[in-house]
T-cell receptor, first 114, second 113 residues
């Protein structure tokens, strides 16, 4: 069974204080690892897809990296508007069929104080 | 290009009533997924549909829950005889054929009283 574990559960940062969120996973053949951002009362907002170990992607103050067992979401010089829950999800290889089912972690609640 | 549209955003039902949640995927997207987010829990997969077909319903409770995605119109998640434990946020996501990324709607928050 595919599993995703995120840590820490909650993270409080001061504005400008860089840090990283962790996502550990076990999956029967990784088709993709996804990061989403979710604001209270809203749906998850797509951030990144990573496909293979060693891959990195960046968007503004966020950088996502991937190894064979885990992914990190690095946040550089965060701002209060970066406060949100960050969700990690994996998609398993369905043997060549187009299949997008996601298995999510519990999320990391990030709070950035001004 | 409008995003994934879900309605209603909030739904209140009394125990024993039926709840119908609707999802219109993004233009050009023929794959729809339903997820449930219970309080203090993560998003859990429920069902994966393509037009007129249920591809995977392994996450659906065996009773009272059903889903469809007709040739015309939105996808519908139906919950019959709702109970308090059904109170949750229900999210729909869609993707185009062969794509890996799925895009989510804003969800329907179901409250059973």
């Amino acid at each position: 069974e595919d599993q995703v574990t995120q840590s820490p559960e909650a993270l409080r940062l001061q504005e400008g204080e860089s840090s990283s969120l962790n996502c550990s996973y076990t999956v029967s053949g990784l088709r993709g690892l996804f990061w989403y951002r979710q604001d209270p009362g809203k749906g998850p907002e797509f951030l990144f897809t990573l496909y293979s170990a060693g891959e990195e992607k960046e968007k503004e103050r966020l950088k996502a990296t991937l190894t064979k067992k885990e992914s990190f979401l690095h946040i550089t010089a965060p701002k209060p508007e970066d406060s949100a829950t960050y969700l990690c999800a994996v998609q398993a290889d369905a043997g060549g069929t187009s299949y997008g089912k996601l298995t999510f972690g519990q999320g990391t609640i990030l709070t950035v104080h001004p | 290009n409008a995003g994934v549209m879900q309605n209603p955003r909030h739904l209140v039902r009394r125990r024993g009533q039926e709840a119908r949640l609707r999802c219109s995927p993004m233009k050009g997207h023929s794959h729809v997924y339903w997820y449930r987010q219970l309080p203090e829990e993560g998003l859990k997969f429920m069902v994966y549909l393509q037009k007129e077909n249920i591809i995977d319903e392994s996450g659906m409770p065996k009773e009272r829950f059903s889903a469809e995605f007709p040739k015309e119109g939105p996808s519908i998640l139906r919950i019959q005889q709702v109970v308090r434990g059904d109170s949750a946020a229900y999210f729909c996501a869609s993707s185009p054929p062969m794509a890996r990324e799925a895009f989510f709607g804003q969800g329907t928050r179901l409250t059973v009283v």
